[in-house]
């Protein structure tokens, strides 16, 4: 039977002699483009984005990689790593998880030289090349290199150093421990890190797509989509600098490198006439701010919106109060009535804003009162 194995935590005994797979590579990528080059290295004058990737079936040179327990493949349902910085120290920053199946979280461990991470999920994944996830570092001090290693200090490992996570992945493959994980070191051996660079420039502002101009009629929202993209690809978050209280702007996915957010536009009967909004995109460091107009028309009323309140018991005798809650998309101010209904039923409007209404439904039905009544 192959049995799952999340962070190598359940032990596997077989009476059988154990070797090691024939290797698999995890490698670290600074430039984008998906392999480790020569053009990989930590930039010595702003921040680094490293993306973390591991083949589980293929070797260094392109050769395949085989469980070394005939018939299990080289499936991966966790992983975990473990980096270090020699030369210099590293402030580590946001750790991205792109492998959306994996959403049980090892927990983040990291002092100045060393940071380690992981993700574990119930099914797994089919042998291959898979982006782990996207890190952001800065150099504090030194010229450090980056190395991917077997395992952390004690400093930094989980229960005092008793207990040490390995840089690995979980697999229905053995491995040489009986324990279900791929462990660098043991199991397999292949890995780049990154250099030290020598070029390099300082961080690079994000750069923010031009919002178009927008026509909306009153007392219907609508929203644009916003888009920026980071030389340096860093997550990048979107605000609003200025504009009209009925513009608001939110990040949808800060990305790494590519970002998207929204301006959500929801101007009421007082709004008519043309407004500028300004919008900022940051990532974390530098900014980009572009401006847009946005022209609200008038239109026809529109409806206000009742919250539903359903079916309603009350005991014969008692009283009971429920709350009325309202929207109005064009702004205006809200009351409360009862249309139809019986006497016992009594409406009031408690509260009014601007395109919102709070009101009251208070029914005392007497014991004449039993049964079935409908209220507008």
């Known amino acids: 039977m192959k049995l799952p194995r999340v962070f190598g935590l359940v032990a596997i005994l077989l009476l059988v002699p154990a070797v090691p797979a024939t290797a698999q590579y995890m490698y670290l990528d600074s430039n984008g483009d998906g392999v480790h080059t020569a053009a990989d290295q930590v930039n010595p004058s702003g921040p680094t984005t490293i993306e973390i990737w591991l083949d589980t079936d293929s070797n260094r040179d392109g050769s395949p990689a085989v469980c070394s327990t005939a018939g299990y493949p080289l499936d991966m349902n966790s992983y975990l790593f473990v980096l270090r910085a020699t030369g210099g120290t590293i402030s580590w920053g946001t750790f991205t998880n792109h492998q959306l199946g994996m959403g049980i979280h090892a927990g983040q461990l990291s002092n100045e ?89 300082p961080n690079a502002a994000p750069i923010l797509v031009q919002p178009s101009d927008m026509v909306v009629p009153v007392g219907e929202p609508t929203a644009q989509a916003l888009s920026a993209t980071d030389p340096d690809r860093q997550p990048v978050t979107f605000s609003k600098v200025s504009g009209p209280p009925y513009v608001t702007v939110a990040t949808m996915d800060a990305g790494g490198g590519s970002a998207v ?37 008038s239109g026809p009323n529109h409806p206000p919106a009742l919250a539903d ?43 009014s804003g601007v395109g919102t209404g709070a009101g009251s439904l208070r029914l005392t039905p007497t014991l004449c009162d039993a049964g079935s009544s409908a209220i507008t």
């Open 309 to 351: 309140l359903g079916s309603i018991n009350v005991v014969s005798g008692t009283s009971r109060r429920l709350g009325l809650k309202a929207v109005d998309p064009d702004g205006q101010t809200l009351s409360f009535s009862k249309v139809a209904g019986p006497d016992f039923a009594e409406i009031s409007t408690l509260s």
């Open 261 to 297: 957010g929204k301006a959500f536009v929801a101007p009421h009967v007082g709004d008519v006439g043309v407004a500028a909004v300004m919008v900022n995109a940051t990532d974390g460091i530098a900014t980009d701010q572009k401006s847009f107009t946005i022209t609200v028309t």
């Open 113 to 201: 030289t060393e940071y380690r991470e992981g993700y574990a999920g119930l099914t797994y994944l089919p042998s291959g090349t898979y982006h782990l996830g996207t890190l952001q570092l800065t150099i504090a001090t030194g010229n450090p290199s980056i190395q991917i290693v077997p395992s952390a200090t004690g400093d930094i490992s989980p229960f005092s150093g008793t207990v040490v996570w390995p840089t690995s992945f979980g697999s229905p493959c053995f491995g040489i421990d009986f324990e279900n994980t791929m462990k660098l070191g043991t199991d397999w051996f292949d890995v780049d890190g990154l250099p030290f660079g020598t070029g390099g420039s």
